[in-house]
Nanobody, 119 residues
Framework: QVQLVESGGGLVQPGGSLRLSCAASGSSFSINVMGWYRQTPGKQRELVAAMTSDGTTTYIDSVKGRFTISRDNAKNTVYLQMNSLKPEDTAVYYC?????????????WGQGTQVTVSS
């Protein structure tokens, strides 16, 4: 089993910044894709940003130019730097990792971290 532990959420004023971190742990695993999703009450979870093992990134249109995803492959950690935050960015943010462990694939989720953007 690959476990993900997130940190870095909190309350921030509009225009402020936060940095989320997610560390993966386990045995005999590799990570193909790590990413961040978010969810608000009554809505489906949506992909915010993701990065492959070779550094290819993707972002939802609403965060382009404001959020930056990065990875430290040696530490199996992914980060999400969120700048110029808006109230509509308020959500629970979930880390996700997909890859191979042993002879099978896995798809793991973190426990979620609340991000609230409010004055």
């Amino acid at each position: 089993q690959v476990q993900l532990v997130e940190s870095g959420g909190g309350l921030v004023q509009p225009g402020g910044s936060l940095r989320l971190s997610c560390a993966a742990s386990g045995s005999s695993f590799s990570i193909n894709v790590m990413g961040w999703y978010r969810q608000t009450p009554g809505k489906q979870r949506e992909l915010v940003a993701a990065m492959t093992s070779d550094g290819t990134t993707t972002y939802i249109d609403s965060v382009k130019g404001r959020f930056t995803i990065s990875r430290d492959n040696a530490k199996n950690t992914v980060y999400l730097q969120m700048n110029s935050l808006k109230p509509e960015d308020t959500a629970v943010y979930y880390c996700n990792a997909y890859g191979v462990r042993g002879l099978s694939t896995y798809n793991s989720w973190g426990q979620g971290t609340q991000v609230t953007v409010s004055s």
